[in-house]
């Protein structure tokens, strides 16, 4: 039956038995898709029914749907046309594992962070009021996701009247952290029906007309929303303004299908609690749903495999035992993460040193703030965070952190290209929105040991420190137990040569050696973007040609923009070349490839220093 459904239009068609059986055909068809290659897996396995439903009841792509992050969304583009296309999925030239507006018509709104789909689709609703379109909005959170401030403010916004008028929309909150136990299932799914229904929403406003400027009114409107939370849990959503059905079981077709009927002709603010279970209907991703979330390549029949050779370190591991030994060694540490628990390598952290590890939920600006309270109290605050992540907190980077030069350690992971996960989460910006900031150093290490080296060095500074680093591993280089510092604001020189310099700023470092020894140039490894080595630059500059900066990052504002000033304030004229990634988003491929491509590997790097500078060629 899959292969039957071309567009959402073909699924409109199928009735409540049919749906079931796509249901089972779908779910088996996403297993082996991503299976070969890789992506998210958990979250779509559990979103199968939900999809399926909405795309039945709603009127796609008229009706608008949003998908909070959208890791969860693969069913949704099975459904819509890309069957075909997800064996492309997350490679380069093939489709994006998250919505995309340019990608398809359905894909109304392009995700990726966590908590924004409330406020899009209120803007949606919103806008189709002003417009006079009868269209609906409707946002797909996680309980996850409605960990992020964000969501609050718009459910916060989204069920007032200011004089705009009520959106028609609705909020689905996807519950995937819990289970509806069997007594209360059947009986929610009824109620559910109920309190969405026509009749039930007719009553109530009947009810409403007739009391209303009567004593009795706000006698009945307190006894209405008391009695619904003894039975519903969802008081909280009430009392932002909107109409709270559930919780209903997202698995089951025949309680999703009506309720979302009853919903779509529904007047102002729903909000929808479904619940459903990570990586339902494959057992090993039901009972592992963590590691399961975003696998690469597996045998469905077998499951994850532990690889035959052990991998190298990573840096997120390099941070992870770091952190430990850090915390053994200084009581002051506190390690903070925004719900990246297993991303940021916090796991072991967490079980020795329980009471010094805070996991804040999907809460990047709480989480700097709160490190920044923490700072006061003379505790020393590390926050685990991903470089594009900690986008979302940069004005309480700034207004809480810097302008008040407490010490809390950034230990930005993902720093620079991260391969399958595209634009939303490369790390290209965090050394030029770092760089700007007063108070604030920022570290480049160059490989592993480097990079244990400097959290250490951030971790003994007296102000703001954020150290960055890549996804994967790098050289290979191996880390010890010792926790040493490198001498602040230096570089150096590690291999001498002629006419061309080339200053690397992180792992960079080591395809400029390879380019360096075709053009027996000059490397430095510079280790800090701030404070810069001035001293080496203009050294360098002095005693070279030309120079080129590499640095895993934006090109505007970056580490080669701080030595272009810095040559500018001693009024020093010499050539420079700035590689890095260009003023473009990048695009999701494999990080080779893209490395590649951007001319940041051995063979680009060459090739792009003989182009501007000819004279290493000559005799």
């Given at each position: 039956m899959l292969e039957t459904i071309q567009s959402p239009q073909d699924v409109r068609r199928l009735n409540r038995a049919q749906?079931?059986?796509?249901?089972?055909?779908?779910?088996?068809?996403?297993?082996?898709?991503?299976?070969?290659?890789?992506?998210?897996?958990?979250?779509?396995?559990?979103?199968?029914?939900?999809?399926?439903?909405?795309?039945?009841?709603?009127?796609?792509?008229?009706?608008?749907?949003?998908?909070?992050?959208?890791?969860?969304?693969?069913?949704?583009?099975?459904?819509?046309?890309?069957?075909?296309?997800?064996?492309?999925?997350?490679?380069?030239?093939?489709?994006?594992?998250?919505?995309?507006?340019?990608?398809?018509?359905?894909?109304?709104?392009?995700?990726?962070?966590?908590?924004?789909?409330?406020?899009?689709?209120?803007?949606?609703?919103?806008?189709?009021?002003?417009?006079?379109?009868?269209?609906?909005?409707?946002a797909i959170i996680g309980d996850g996701a409605l960990t992020g401030g964000m969501a609050f403010e718009a459910l916060n916004h989204g069920g007032y009247d200011g004089g705009a008028g009520l959106p028609d929309m609705l909020v689905i909150l996807n519950d995937n952290d819990m289970s509806i136990s069997p007594p209360v299932g059947a009986l929610n799914g009824y109620l559910a029906r109920l309190m969405s229904g026509r009749f039930y929403a007719a009553a109530r406003e009947g009810a409403k007309s007739v009391l209303r400027n009567t004593p009795l009114y706000e006698i009945a409107k307190r006894l209405e929303e008391h009695a619904k939370g003894m039975v519903v849990p969802g008081t909280i959503f009430e009392e932002f303004g909107f109409n709270y059905v559930g919780p209903i079981d997202g698995h089951d077709l025949d309680s999703l299908v009506p309720t979302l009927e009853n919903l779509r002709h529904a007047k102002g603010p729903q909000f929808l609690h479904v619940v459903t279970k990570k990586g339902r209907g494959y057992k090993l991703a039901e009972a592992d749903p963590i590691n399961y979330h975003g696998p690469g390549k597996f045998d469905p029949a077998i499951g994850l495999q532990k690889p035959a050779t052990a991998p190298k370190q990573t840096f997120t591991q390099v941070f992870g035992q770091w952190l430990c030994d850090m915390a053994a060694a200084d009581a002051r540490l506190v390690g903070i993460t925004p719900a990246m628990r297993e991303g940021s390598g916090m796991v072991e952290f967490q079980q020795r040193f329980p009471t010094r590890y805070h996991d804040v939920g999907i809460a990047e600006q709480h989480a700097v703030t709160f490190a920044a309270g923490l700072a006061c109290e003379g505790l020393k605050p590390v926050v685990a965070i991903y470089s594009t992540f900690l986008q979302r907190g940069y004005d309480q980077l700034i207004h809480d952190v810097a302008l008040q030069n407490l010490p809390v350690v950034f230990a930005l992971d993902r720093a620079g290209i991260v391969g399958a996960d595209g634009a939303t989460h490369c790390g290209a910006y965090d050394i030029a929105y770092i760089r700007c900031i007063p108070n604030m150093s920022l570290l480049t290490p160059a490989d592993e040991r480097e990079c244990r080296q400097a959290l250490t060095t951030a971790f003994q500074q007296n102000h703001p420190v954020a150290v960055r680093y890549p996804r994967g591993s790098g050289a290979g280089t191996p880390t010890d137990g010792a926790l040493e510092v490198l001498p602040w604001g230096q570089g150096e020189v590690r291999r001498p040569g002629q006419r061309v310099a080339l200053l690397a700023f992180g792992t960079l470092l080591y395809p400029a050696l390879q380019a360096a020894e075709a053009l027996d140039a000059t490397v430095a490894n510079m280790r800090f973007a701030k404070p810069l080595d001035e001293a080496l630059v203009l050294e360098l500059a002095r005693t070279h040609t030309a120079l080129v900066t590499l640095e895993e990052g934006c090109l505007p504002g970056g580490a080669g923009s701080a030595v272009l000033e810095t040559l500018a304030r001693a009024g020093v004229t010499v050539p420079v070349l700035n590689l890095g990634i260009p003023d473009a988003f990048i695009e999701h491929g494999d990080p080779a490839k893209l490395h590649s491509l951007l001319g940041l590997d051995a063979a680009g790097i060459e090739r792009a220093i003989r182009q501007r500078f000819p004279f290493v060629d000559a005799a």
């Open positions: 749906l079931k059986t796509l249901a089972a055909e779908l779910r088996d068809f996403l297993l082996h898709s991503v299976s070969r290659t890789g992506g998210h897996l958990s979250s779509n396995l559990g979103t199968v029914e939900l999809t399926i439903a909405l795309h039945h009841v709603f009127h796609t792509p008229e009706d608008r749907l949003v998908w909070d992050v959208g890791h969860q969304s693969y069913p949704h583009k099975i459904l819509t046309g890309r069957r075909e296309a997800m064996a492309t999925l997350k490679q380069l030239d093939g489709i994006s594992g998250f919505p995309r507006r340019c990608e398809s018509e359905y894909d109304t709104f392009g995700t990726g962070h966590s908590s924004t789909s409330i406020s899009a689709a209120l803007g949606m609703a919103h806008a189709a009021r002003l417009k006079g379109e009868s269209r609906r909005a409707v």
